[in-house]
C-alpha cells in the first residue's frame, strides 16, 4: 500500500532539511520511503527538451507550457511510486502549494495534478517570516533577486495556507501545519513523521 505525502512550504522555510531527517526516521522504522522533488523532475524534462537551462528560468516560461509539463510529472511520479515494492511505501513529494510567477500566484496543486497525484495528506511547512529572511540571506547564492522582504514573506506564508487549503479541498488529502523554528529541525521531522504515520 502505498502512502503518498505531499510537502509544501515557501523557499527557506528548511523544507529540504526537514524531509531529509524524516525520511532517515520513517526509513529506520521498516518503511520503504521515495522522496522525490517535484521541481527536479520539472526541469529534468524542460532540460532534456531543451525549454530551459536553469532552474530559475522554470517559472518564467508561458503558463501554458508549466501546467503541460506539470501534469505529466504528476502523472510519472504516481507511477514510479506505484512501481514500488514493499508493503509499506511512504512516497514523499516535496513541491510547492504557490508559485510566484510574473502573471501572479499559481497553483502547484491544481485538480489535474490532485488527480494524478492522489495524495492523502498535504504537509505545510513552516516557519517565522524572520527567520525564513535570514534562511534565504544565509544562502543567497541559491535565492539571488527572490530575497525577500519581512512583510513578502508574511503574505506568501498566508497565501500558502489558502492554496493548500484549497488543494485539500479538492483531493480529499488531510491538511497538517508543521512548524519548523530555527534549530529545531528534529522536532518538526518528529511531527511529520507521527503525521505521516497515522494517515
Ligand atoms: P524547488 O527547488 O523545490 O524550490 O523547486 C524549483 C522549481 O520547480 C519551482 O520554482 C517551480 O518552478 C517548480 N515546481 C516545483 N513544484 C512544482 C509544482 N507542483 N508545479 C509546478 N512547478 C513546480
Ligand atoms: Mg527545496
Do not use: C
Not at 526509513?27 to 524534462?45: A, C, S, T
Not at 530559475?56 to 509539463?69: F, S
Not at 510547492?96 to 496543486?109: D, S
Amino acid at each position: 500500500m502505498l502512502k503518498l505525502v505531499v510537502v509544501v512550504g515557501i523557499p527557506g522555510v528548511g523544507k529540504s532539511t526537514v524531509l531529509s531527517i524524516a525520511r532517515n526516521k520513517l526509513v529506520e522504522k521498516g518503511y520503504n520511503v521515495k522522496l522525490v522533488n517535484f521541481g527536479d523532475y520539472m526541469f529534468n524534462y524542460l532540460k532534456e527538451v531543451g525549454t530551459v537551462r536553469t532552474r530559475d528560468e522554470i517559472r518564467r516560461l508561458p503558463l501554458t507550457i508549466q501546467l503541460k509539463t506539470q501534469g505529466m510529472v504528476a502523472r510519472k511520479i504516481r507511477e514510479e511510486l506505484e512501481s514500488e515494492r514493499g508493503e509499506q511505501v511512504i512516497g514523499i513529494v516535496d513541491t510547492h502549494a504557490v508559485i510566484k510567477t510574473p502573471t501572479g500566484f499559481w497553483t502547484g496543486l491544481p485538480m489535474n495534478v490532485l488527480q494524478e497525484l492522489r495524495p492523502n495528506l498535504i504537509a505545510v511547512i513552516e516557519a517565522k517570516p524572520e527567520e525564513i529572511v535570514a534562511r534565504q540571506q544565509r544562502d543567497a547564492s541559491r535565492y539571488r533577486a527572490d530575497l525577500s522582504s519581512i512583510e513578502f514573506v508574511k503574505e506568501l506564508l498566508q497565501l500558502n495556507r489558502y492554496f493548500s487549503i484549497a488543494s485539500s479541498v479538492i483531493s480529499g488529502a488531510a491538511v497538517t501545519f508543521i512548524s519548523n523554528p530555527e534549530g529545531l529541525f528534529e522536532k518538526a521531522a518528529e511531527e511529520l513523521v507521527a503525521a505521516i504515520e497515522a494517515i
